[in-house]
């Protein structure tokens, strides 16, 4: 009954390589999130979905592309794999996007657990 | 100047201590204020939430923000070992913005 999940939890591969990470929520949310979290622990966000539209695309590589089949899933593929690339993953989602004053309610993230991925 | 500035410590304090923990930002856009949680090799909780300036209290944590000098502290009282953890400020302008982070402080706290 996990609430945000991710897959793999650990993902070791080589540089060039082509590598996917699933999300699945089963909050209901409308809203998910992708964020890298680097070696000294900034996370920032890279995607956000909202009903299965992009609505945030920070400056990532274009080698990243996320993907949401539906409002209860997000996954990352990412091209060409680079050293760089090494860091955790985390996916996250909200209740809702941009509605009224916000609030805890509708503003929280809950986050998954992280996919560590380590380029060689 | 980053958006968001936090001392990654690590902090180290003995069990009972109160712990303080900071961040300062530049940007007076903001007017959400949270803080989040990080056990080791776990995501991120949330932990306080609190609406423009003004204290919030929740059990053993309080969380101050002060936008005149944009400053905002978490609390923690009687600090316990399951404290330790990585403590994230994070904030927002408005409900339709992203979360901007802090790069978070080690506590440790040592029973």
């Known amino acids: 009954d996990t609430a945000v999940s991710q897959t793999p939890k650990y993902l070791v591969t080589q540089m060039g390589n082509d590598k996917s990470i699933k999300c699945e929520q089963n909050?209901?949310?409308?809203?998910m999130y992708w964020y890298k979290q680097d070696s000294k622990k900034f996370l920032k966000i890279m995607f956000s979905?909202?009903?299965?539209?992009l609505i945030i695309n920070e400056t990532v590589p274009n080698r990243f592309s996320p993907k949401s089949p539906d409002k209860a899933h997000l996954n990352l593929h990412i091209n060409s794999l680079e050293l760089g690339d090494s860091a955790v993953y985390f996916c996250?989602?909200?209740?809702?996007w941009g509605r009224g004053s916000g609030g805890p309610e509708t503003d929280t993230q809950y986050f998954g657990p992280g996919t560590r991925l380590t380029v060689l | 100047q980053k958006e968001v500035e936090q001392d990654p410590g690590p902090l180290s304090v003995p069990e009972g201590a109160i712990v303080s923990l900071n961040c300062t930002y530049s940007?007076?856009?903001?007017?959400?204020f949270m803080w989040y949680r990080q056990y080791s090799r776990k995501g991120p909780e949330l932990l306080m939430y609190t609406y423009s300036s003004g204290n919030k209290e929740d059990g053993r944590f309080t969380a101050q923000v002060d936008k005149s000098s944009k400053y905002i502290s978490l609390f923690i009282r009687d600090s316990q070992p399951s404290d330790s953890a990585t403590y994230l400020c994070?904030?927002?302008?408005?409900?339709?913005?992203?979360?901007?982070f802090g790069k978070g402080t080690l506590l440790t706290v040592n029973p």
């Open positions: 909050l209901g949310h409308d809203t």
């Open positions: 940007n007076s856009a903001f007017q959400y």
């Open positions: 979905y909202n009903n299965k539209e």
């Open positions: 994070a904030m927002k302008k408005g409900s339709n913005y992203k979360l901007t």
């Open positions: 996250a989602s909200s209740q809702v």
